[in-house]
């Protein structure tokens, strides 16, 4: 059992988190900048530009979801391993 004084996870680099932010605010931001995608032209089977647009930004936003879950996952694996093992080093001492 570790002791409140006994950190859980080593210190963050910052590139992963920064990664992260860039690319959730291109999902939401993108989308919300209507005028750019405001026009009936060109047409995808039929559908107007503005619908299928919009339709193209789920599975868009959802590839960056998942990798910017994938990131902070892994750095946050990497925080763990790294106190794990500097406890283990100091329980062999």
Do not use: C, H
Request: no cysteine; charged share 20%.
């Amino acid at each position: 059992m570790s002791s409140p004084d006994v950190p859980t996870r080593g210190p963050a680099r910052s590139g992963p988190y920064i990664i992260t932010g860039i690319l959730l605010t291109v999902a939401i931001v993108v989308p919300l900048f209507v005028p750019a995608y405001s026009v009936d032209e060109p047409r995808l089977a039929g559908i107007p530009f503005f619908y299928w647009y919009q339709m193209m930004w789920i599975p868009v936003t959802v590839g960056l979801v998942g990798i910017s879950y994938w990131l902070v996952s892994k750095e946050d694996r990497r925080r763990r391993e790294s106190v794990r093992g500097m406890t283990s080093a100091e329980e062999e001492r």
